[in-house]
């Protein structure tokens, strides 16, 4: 390194240039629009995560279990999701539904949402329209990897995103995702 | 012999042949529900139609015998057509359950009408509805919606067991597979009307829900259940660990062999594969210390094993053998006592109660390799008088390979006082077993599933039964462990594999002569003495 580089002067001179550029570009926009020039927009900063942007509405988000009217899955086992999964982090465990009409339900259906890479296959696989990616719900992290493991129970409770996309039902903490 | 031509293609077949046979000889395949070649010809199906020069319609191959100069089509536009209109009667009705059908994957609905049908359904109203997931019997259940009314079931149960639980009743498309009144599909051959079931209709009760079939990897074995040796596929569940309960041996399959098992197996060998995954299984070599159990290392237990056998003199060593060894491991075990020069080896021991038998395929004899342990020539002694010496302390060191003296015939005291009298008792087996409770060293054996090997059935067919698995927990192979013995005690080198095994056998016993893994191959092969 050069010893002109080693005092930064001038990288810290061009980085002010830069922000400055920014600032006063985005203020042109913003007077320009003020004025009555609509199409001119600066940037804004949204106050996330109070302010969201919405959504797309195809978003793919975390997973749901839909539920029949009496509340159990619609899920029948087939294995498709947990087929078609690339992740392979779908663990599905098959039983007897007690409407011997519908036969097969899952006892137990399992994803490691640390393992998926989110890319819908299951719920294009899905015959039964049972699992879907509609929650809106984005911010799921934790701080163990047990914690990313959503159950049966929990992937059921979830509500579909209301109509402005917004998430309806509150993220599921799972008991061992303590802070 | 009649020569005819069919696609283009001339053959010469036996007179008597159909022509589904005939086509499948030139490799051929003419789509067919109903026809079965073990079984009587229905033509119920009317899928296999082909197109016949010189005859105006199309006819069915199944029930069309060849005859000279036959020419025939079974690609014409005609016969196409006709199949894809065939295959929509088939599903006019059919409730399309595939979701929760244990037999999608490997239905022939699906697969036919990807290939023959792919048609757009103009069926708009209500489907017949009948009766779902009914119990037939203790192993098979009906979904009388899914059936397509081929009939294999009922000419089953008609022409193969004779039992003739079941019937076609009602008429037209209220037609439906049912049991006669007061009748249970509960033959001891009841489980081969799933496999012969084209479509999800019968399925096997302890299969239902428990593994799709594209998870399952499948190996060639040979079924251990008794004398007959039938040729069977393993299905094994290793994908998916969380199916079926953990269980990794789910089903057994038979595999067609002409000359022993035709296309069938018994139920009590079908469904009697629980003990590869049983909760009894011994999955570390342990050493018995007063009350406490110890688990050792194989490195540490075969130097202790090879020290108990050689420190007693060869009179005061007597092993019972069991007739549920490979001819591989028998013949390592006799390689083994010669070494010692233990003679007290046998490998008889009778059952509590005598096996049942019929004139079909099951055998009273139990055990997969009696006719092998025979013909390696092992032993000679009497089985009852080395438990005797046992007994009276002139045995010192017993050897107990699977067997459970305590469900044998001989009466429970002379079993105790024989194991308790002996100072060290080894046992090598799969399962603990209430004998195996009394063995101061525990061999795990691998179970057949988890390993190579040969067994040589009643007739004297030496069949293959190959590895599906990796061995549970730390047990090997029976030959693995009788290799690395005979290597502690005498210094040889020790096989690598189970054909080294079988090569030296061959090499040694007259009866195995010039065999190999190669010349067995996927039929079996007769001992010397068994060939006509
Ligand atoms: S989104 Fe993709 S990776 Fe995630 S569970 Fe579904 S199929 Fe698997
Ligand atoms: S594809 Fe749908 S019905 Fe099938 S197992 Fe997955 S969620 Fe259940
Ligand atoms: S029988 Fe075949 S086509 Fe019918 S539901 Fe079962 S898998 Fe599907
Ligand atoms: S139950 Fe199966 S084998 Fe029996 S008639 Fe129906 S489809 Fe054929």
Redesign the interface.
């Known amino acids: 390194m050069k010893p002109v580089q080693r005092v930064y002067l001038r990288e810290v001179a061009s980085g002010l240039v830069l922000t400055a550029r920014h600032f006063f570009v985005n203020m042109g926009r913003h007077l320009a629009h003020a004025l009555g020039r609509t199409e001119a927009r600066g940037a804004v900063t949204i106050q996330y995560p109070e302010e969201r942007r919405p959504y797309a509405p195809r978003l793919r988000s975390l997973h749901r279990l839909v539920r029949r009217e009496d509340g159990s899955p619609r899920c ?5 999701c ?2 078609v999964c690339p992740a392979h982090c779908i ?1 599905i ?4 539904h007690p409407n ?5 339900v899952c006892t ?1 259906f399992t994803i490691d949402l640390g393992k998926c890479v989110f890319c819908g296959y299951c719920v294009e696989a899905c ?2 329209d049972a699992i879907r990616m509609d929650t809106g719900i984005l911010e799921f992290s934790s701080y163990s990897r047990g914690g990313m493991i959503y159950t049966k129970e929990t992937l059921l409770s979830l509500e579909p995103a209301g109509p402005d996309g917004k998430p309806r039902s509150p993220v599921p903490i799972p008991a061992d995702r303590t802070p | 012999m009649p020569k005819l031509t069919i696609d283009g293609r001339p053959l010469e077949v036996p007179p008597g042949t159909n022509l589904i046979e005939a086509a499948r000889r030139l490799g051929i395949e003419i789509p067919h529900y109903c026809y079965h070649p073990a079984l009587s010809i229905a033509g119920q199906c009317r899928l296999c139609v082909v197109d016949i020069e010189k005859v105006p319609r199309p006819q069915v191959a199944c029930n069309t015998v060849v005859a000279e100069g036959m020419v025939v089509h079974t690609e014409t536009e005609r016969v196409l057509e006709t199949r894809k209109s065939i295959m929509e009667f088939h599903l006019i009705n059919h409730p399309l ?4 059908c244990d037999q ?1 994957g490997e239905c022939w609905l699906q697969i036919y009408y990807m290939k023959h049908g792919l048609y757009d359904p103009r069926m708009v109203d209500e489907k017949v509805h009948k009766p ?2 009914v119990p037939l019997g203790p192993h098979v259940i009906l979904d009388a919606e899914r059936c397509i009314l081929c009939s294999r079931c009922v000419r089953f149960c008609d022409e193969v067991t004779g039992t003739s639980e079941l019937g076609i009743f009602h008429r037209g498309d209220r037609s439906e597979i049912g049991l006669f009144p007061g009748q249970e599909l509960a033959n001891k051959y009841s489980g081969n009307v799933v496999d012969i079931c084209p479509v999800g209709a019968l399925t096997d009760r302890d299969f239902r ?2 593994v ?1 079939v ?2 399952l990897d499948t190996q060639k074995s040979i079924c251990p259940g008794c004398a007959r040796g039938c040729n069977i596929e393993v299905h094994v569940s290793r994908r ?1 660990v ?2 079926a309960e953990g269980r990794r041996v789910v089903r057994l399959k038979p595999r067609f062999n002409e000359a022993v098992n035709k296309w069938w197996i018994c139920d009590a060998g079908r469904y009697g594969s629980a003990f590869v995954d049983g909760d009894t299984r011994l999955q570390a070599p342990a050493r018995r210390d007063g009350e406490k159990t110890l688990e050792v290392a194989w490195t540490e237990m075969i130097p202790l094993a090879a020290g108990r056998l050689r420190g007693y003199r060869a009179d005061e060593i007597g092993i019972l053998a069991s007739p549920k060894l490979s001819n591989e491991d028998l013949f390592l075990l006799r390689r083994l006592c010669d070494a010692l020069g233990v003679g007290a080896v046998d490998y008889r021991v009778p059952p509590a109660r005598p096996g049942d038998e019929d004139d079909f395929l099951i055998r009273a004899d139990k055990n997969a390799n009696t006719r092998g342990a025979e013909l390696v020539g092992l032993g000679g002694a009497d089985s009852r008088a080395i438990l005797a010496a046992a007994r009276e302390r002139r045995v010192k060191c017993l050897w107990i390979f699977c067997h459970d003296l305590l469900a044998s015939a001989w009466p429970e005291g002379e079993v105790l006082d024989g194991l308790l009298g002996a100072e060290t008792v080894i046992f090598q087996g799969t399962n603990a077993n209430p004998t195996s409770a009394y063995a101061h060293l525990v061999l795990p054996a691998a179970a057949y599933p988890e390993r190579e090997g040969t067994w040589t059935n009643f007739e004297g067919r030496v069949q293959r039964f190959r590895q599906a698995l990796p061995p549970l927990g730390r047990a090997l192979p029976d030959w693995e462990i009788l290799g690395r013995l005979l290597q502690e005690v005498q210094g040889a080198p020790r096989p690598a594999r189970a054909e080294d095994c079988f090569r030296d056998l061959a090499a040694t016993v007259p009866a195995f002569a010039g065999m190999s893994y190669r010349s067995i191959g996927d039929a079996g092969q007769l001992v010397q003495t068994a060939r006509p």
């Open positions: 029948v086992a087939c294995m498709m947990e087929t663990y465990v098959a039983g007897e011997p009409d519908i036969e097969k137990e015959p039964e | 359950d595939c979701p929760v999608a779902k997931a829900f428990q799709r594209w998870y998916r969380h199916h």
